[in-house]
């Protein structure tokens, strides 16, 4: 009998080990406030202080080359008013996932779709293997190609136009960079989330943040519609409700 | 998929002019195939056409239901579980009908509404309701006003050929409830929608003139 019972353990858990279930689906949302600066900031007026989102390097700090130091100074300088992301522009990869507002998985067989309420920007990303576009051809959001390792769902993102900045402290990348993303459920309502970011011609070496995502579990929460309206000079403004 | 062109430009029956193809009506009632307007709403119909820098499209908004299901773009239609999403490449626009039987969202307004969908057979029925009013059916300046109520019938009429259905009611522009049919065809399989941007850069925004009822 105990024989028995150990037969079953072991075939049970093989079973559970090699069947692929990794389901990300769902609405979930960043914690934390990376969004702001993913390096972190110190306590301010109305604001608790936050640590660097950036686990590599261990410093938590992003490796920028020395020539890229003055535009960061500037961008963080005029942010205000200099952020692509206040123009309305799709935000790019990985600051879509960081946002202060929900995003929807969504799978099939042969892709993962990823519905973001903001701006109701979306990235449809194929894990049957098709290559990415040549050289040549640049999206705000990237161009994403996914893989499953194990319960893993990563994403590599090239093809970028270099107009998206990071976060809203000034963090900005070149038309070089690369994103490899890695989406992996840690508890039924909770989510790891990686990316690793590399454009030689910005940073010294590859660097990796890591935000935790948490799903909404609140009954028949949806998704509801973010489109920016022109303001009184002609302006694509952001409508109030969403400003964070 | 993709929808035939023609409904993009003009719903109903329309010659060809400058920039604009001909084509038949997509309104299969009432018959005759002309937009029950009630008085004076088609002079401003045909005073749009005259505007078409109003068009809210031109304007980087949404397209609205039913606008956006036959835009000369690629749509992508996906299932998953208790949810029916529809992608449009155009303006990157996006719906998510949920299929659980949820209870629509209160006072909610909105370019491409809040929808619910159930299955009636081999149908699927979508229900919308909260949009603002502010959306044009074509490019030709025939629009919807508030309040409007829309139920879309979504069929497989092929393997690759979908046919698409919508009876808008809008007591405040039009005298009854109309029905466009349009028919999409399923692009090949290797076939992907690319990222569309109109805001991102726009510097001309500000030399455009108002649209009705845009805070200004």
């Given at each position: 009998m105990t024989r028995h019972a150990l037969v079953w353990m072991l075939f049970g858990s093989l079973a559970w080990a090699q069947t692929p279930s990794p389901d990300l689906r769902g609405i979930w949302q960043a914690t934390g406030s990376a969004y702001q600066n993913l390096e972190g900031s110190p306590a301010q007026a109305g604001r608790l202080a936050a640590k660097s989102a950036v686990i590599n390097p261990a410093s938590g700090k992003i490796p920028y080359r020395a020539d890229s130091r003055k535009s960061l100074d500037r961008n963080f300088r005029e942010r205000g008013t200099a952020d692509p992301l206040l123009a309305c522009f799709q935000p790019g990869v990985p600051r879509a996932v960081l946002l202060p507002e929900p995003f929807q998985i969504f799978q099939s067989s042969d892709r993962v779709v990823i519905v973001y309420q903001h701006v109701h920007a979306y990235r449809v990303i194929f894990t049957d293997g098709r290559p990415h576009y040549d050289d040549g051809i640049e999206f705000y959001m990237g161009d994403s190609r996914g893989r499953w390792e194990g319960n893993t769902l990563v994403v590599d993102v090239t093809n970028f136009k270099p107009e998206t900045w990071l976060d809203g402290a000034g963090n900005f990348h070149g038309s070089k960079l690369h994103v490899v993303e890695r989406y992996t459920r840690t508890a039924d309502n909770t989510m790891r989330y990686e990316a690793t970011i590399e454009d030689p011609e910005v940073f010294e070496g590859p660097w990796t943040v890591r935000v935790d995502l948490a799903r909404h579990t609140e009954p028949n929460f949806q998704l509801v519609e973010h489109e920016c309206e022109r303001d009184a000079r002609g302006i694509y403004r952001h409508p109030p409700q969403f400003l964070k | 998929?993709?929808?035939?062109?023609?409904?993009?430009?003009?719903?109903?029956?329309?010659?060809?002019?400058?920039?604009?193809?001909?084509?038949?009506?997509?309104?299969?009632?009432?018959?005759?195939?002309?937009?029950?307007?009630?008085?004076?709403?088609?002079?401003?119909?045909?005073?749009?056409?005259?505007?078409?820098?109003?068009?809210?499209?031109?304007?980087?908004?949404?397209?609205?239901?039913?606008?956006?299901?036959?835009?000369?773009?690629?749509?992508?239609?996906?299932?998953?579980?208790?949810?029916?999403?529809?992608?449009?490449?155009?303006?990157?626009?996006?719906?998510?009908?949920?299929?659980?039987?949820?209870?629509?969202?209160?006072?909610?307004?909105?370019?491409?509404?809040?929808?619910?969908?159930?299955?009636?057979?081999?149908?699927?029925?979508?229900?919308?309701?909260?949009?603002?009013?502010?959306?044009?059916?074509?490019?030709?300046?025939?629009?919807?006003?508030?309040?409007?109520?829309?139920?879309?019938?979504?069929?497989?009429?092929?393997?690759?050929?979908?046919?698409?259905?919508?009876?808008?009611?809008?007591?405040?522009?039009?005298?009854?409830?109309?029905?466009?049919?349009?028919?999409?065809?399923?692009?090949?399989?290797?076939?992907?929608?690319?990222?569309?941007?109109?805001?991102?850069?726009?510097?001309?925004?500000?030399h455009l003139p108002p649209v009705d009822g845009e805070r200004r």
């Open positions: - | 998929m993709a929808a035939t062109l023609s409904a993009a430009f003009n719903v109903e029956e329309h010659g060809a002019s400058y920039g604009t193809p001909a084509g038949p009506s997509v309104i299969i009632d009432p018959p005759g195939g002309k937009l029950p307007y009630l008085p004076g709403m088609r002079e401003r119909a045909l005073d749009n056409d005259q505007h078409r820098e109003r068009d809210p499209v031109g304007q980087c908004h949404m397209h609205g239901v039913p606008r956006v299901m036959f835009p000369p773009f690629p749509l992508e239609i996906l299932q998953d579980g208790n949810y029916v999403v529809i992608l449009a490449e155009t303006e990157h626009g996006v719906r998510i009908i949920p299929t659980d039987g949820r209870p629509f969202l209160k006072d909610y307004s909105s370019w491409n509404g809040d929808s619910r969908g159930r299955w009636e057979g081999d149908t699927l029925v979508v229900e919308v309701r909260g949009l603002n009013g502010r959306s044009w059916l074509d490019q030709a300046g025939n629009f919807v006003g508030s309040g409007a109520r829309i139920v879309e019938r979504f069929r497989l009429t092929g393997k690759d050929t979908l046919n698409y259905e919508a009876t808008l009611e809008n007591p405040s522009v039009f005298s009854r409830p109309f029905t466009v049919r349009v028919p999409l065809r399923r692009r090949p399989a290797d076939v992907e929608l690319l990222e569309y941007g109109c805001i991102e850069g726009e510097r001309d925004a500000v």
